[in-house]
């Protein structure tokens, strides 16, 4: 999902926190790779 909001954007997160259906529960830190599902919302901490 980071890159394709701006190519070279997913070098600057350092921490993706997500709400939504895959999620086990809000708030949780997930890794880049995570597979999203329709109506997840998205956190990304850069530097």
Same mark, same amino acid.
């Given at each position: 999902?980071? $890159?394709?909001?701006?190519? +070279?954007? @997913?070098? %600057?997160?350092? $921490?993706?926190?997500?709400? +939504?259906? @895959?999620? %086990?529960?809000?708030?949780?830190?997930?890794?880049?790779?995570?597979?999203?599902?329709?109506?997840?919302?998205?956190?990304?901490?850069?530097?």
């Amino acid at each position: 999902a980071a $890159e394709k909001i701006l190519k +070279g954007f @997913s070098r %600057k997160v350092v $921490e993706t926190k997500i709400w +939504g259906p @895959s999620s %086990k529960f809000g708030g949780q830190i997930v890794g880049l790779n995570h597979e999203l599902k329709d109506m997840d919302i998205i956190e990304f901490k850069t530097r």
